[in-house]
């Protein structure tokens, strides 16, 4: 939940900019401790090797753009206040060859970072590229 103090201008000014996953996320994530020990470092792992070529970025201008290793996906966001609290970002993306796809993602603010949740309500931090 955003805290009380946080305009819509200052989550803006918060959200813009480059990201990429937090790593040290993925040693916390509930599908990972669910595993036996023995496999956690393995899967965590072969997480830390596919979530390194994501990255996500808000502009300004209202553009976003999601790299997924060679999958870029580029289109449109509006940051907006949550009826629960907190913030939501709707984004259009899509692929040249595709019509834009819709989603609301929540948001989170945590210090410099940003914990994002898609409409599966899985959710991933992120930290500054």
Do not use: C, H, N
């Amino acid at each position: 939940m955003a805290p009380a103090s946080t305009s819509p201008a200052e989550a803006a000014t918060r959200l813009v900019g480059r990201w990429k996953p937090d790593m040290a996320d993925v040693a916390t994530d509930a599908d990972v401790l669910r595993l036996p020990k023995a496999a956690q470092a393995e899967a965590i792992a072969a997480a830390t090797r596919i979530l390194e070529q994501v990255g996500l970025e808000f502009t300004a201008d209202g553009a976003v753009v999601l790299q997924d290793g060679s999958v870029r996906r580029t289109g449109r966001y509006v940051l907006e206040a949550a009826a629960e609290g907190g913030w939501r970002v709707r984004v259009s993306l899509a692929r040249e060859e595709e019509a834009p796809q819709e989603e609301v993602l929540a948001v989170q603010f945590e210090g410099e970072a940003v914990r994002i949740a898609g409409g599966d309500g899985k959710s991933r931090r992120f930290v500054r590229r």
